[in-house]
């Protein structure tokens, strides 16, 4: 019973990584941490967010943003390091919160018609790539400042989503040296992941498949409400770490 709502979970989730080339990591964690221990599931989510990607990649390359990705990357190793220096003297709980409202704010802003006018340039995008860097390091979550960063650009919607597809496909390999480097790539985070799969591959089939027909508008406004939902996840394990003395 708990593997098949495991398997829906992870279904449900990669639709949304189909869809929106994002979401599929917070989604799944979130979910699945009510069933196994993390050091049981996050292993195997950044092989699957690998997989995601490089099923979705040949689909996307034409309209990758070279300029903007390679800045953005090495930002966030830049920033990683630093989020890591942060958790062990900061305490998570309240930078979350913090992460969650300030990505609220913007969300907002951007429902509301806020745009840039240009493409930001290399210092503007290595600044975007270091805020995810500190963000994931600090407590996993490292998304939102680069999806805002290409959805509040003049990008577009398709460029946009082939651009982040990348950068998480370039991010994750990197998470998972560190995570093989101390020993949490087991064989059974492999053949747990391996049982996986067919559900991943499905759910990013079907979300994929949805994108092609997706009005650019309606497509731009739900991205904006599942991003505003992932900051509200990010606030909440702020506000009940606080309430656990974390």
Do not use: C
Not at 130 to 153: D, K, Q, R, T
């Amino acid at each position: 019973m708990l593997f098949a709502a495991a398997l829906a979970i992870i279904f449900l989730a990669a639709i949304v990584r189909g869809y929106s080339g994002f979401g599929f990591s917070i989604l799944a964690i979130t979910a699945l941490s009510l069933i196994y221990r993390p050091t049981e599931i996050i292993p195997s989510i950044f092989l699957l967010e690998i997989a995601a990607s490089i099923h979705l990649l040949p689909g996307l390359w034409r309209d990758i943003h070279w300029r903007s990705l390679m800045p953005l990357v090495i930002g966030t190793g830049i920033g990683t390091p630093i989020g890591l220096k942060f958790l062990t003297s900061i305490p998570a709980a309240p930078m979350q919160i913090a992460l969650g409202l300030f990505v609220v704010t913007v969300t907002w802003l951007l429902w509301k018609g806020f745009a840039l006018k240009s493409m930001p340039g290399n210092i503007a995008s290595t600044a975007a790539g270091l805020a995810a860097g500190v963000a994931n390091g600090a407590f996993g979550i490292g998304g939102p400042p680069v999806i805002l960063f290409y959805f509040a650009s003049p990008a577009g919607n398709i460029v946009g989503r082939a651009t982040l597809v990348t950068y998480f496909l370039l991010t994750d390999a990197i998470g998972l040296v560190f995570l093989s480097r101390k020993n949490l790539v087991t064989t059974d985070v492999l053949l747990r992941t391996l049982t996986f799969l067919p559900a991943l591959i499905a759910g990013v089939w079907f979300g994929a498949r949805s994108f092609k027909n997706a009005d650019p508008v309606v497509f731009r406004k739900w991205v904006l409400a599942l991003l505003g939902l992932l900051a509200v996840i990010s606030a909440a394990k702020g506000i009940y770490g606080l309430s656990e003395g974390q």
